[in-house]
């Protein structure tokens, strides 16, 4: 049974930083393209960032280049999600999503799984 339990979110205000991580169990981390996406009330889900086993292209939204990073530990069967500078328009809930594939899509229908998501609040 593939579990992604997602942690690391909060409050913080604008201009902090947040890491979140994404523990993956039940898979071949190693194996898994790892995505991170978020929804904000009353929008739809979006793509944020992905990495794939491969590391070979690592694709952002445009709202979070030269902010946001992502990496992955192997041996920890953990992705991460470094934020920086965070702006109120980065309010969301935050998902970690992985696909068996070498490709770091942003499509949401290619990820097999999804973690329940961890709350990122920016205040002004």
């Known amino acids: 049974q593939v579990q992604l339990v997602e942690s690391g979110g909060g409050l913080v205000q604008a201009g902090g930083s947040l890491r979140l991580s994404c523990a993956a169990s039940?898979?071949?981390?190693?194996?898994?393209?790892m995505g991170w996406f978020r929804q904000a009330p009353g929008k739809e889900c979006e793509f944020v960032t992905a990495?794939?086993?491969?590391?070979?292209?690592?694709p952002y939204a445009d709202s979070v280049k030269g902010r946001f990073t992502i990496s992955r530990d192997n041996a920890k069967n953990t992705v991460y999600l470094q934020m920086n500078s965070l702006k109120p328009e980065d309010t969301a809930v935050y998902f970690c999503?992985?696909?068996?594939?070498?490709?770091?899509?942003?499509?949401?229908?290619?990820?097999?799984?999804w973690g329940q998501g961890t709350q990122v609040t920016v205040s002004s």
């Open positions: 999503a992985a696909h068996p594939g070498r490709t770091a899509w942003s499509l949401i229908w290619k990820y097999n799984y």
């Open positions: 039940g898979l071949t981390f190693s194996d898994y393209t």
């Open positions: 990495i794939s086993w491969s590391d070979s292209r690592i």
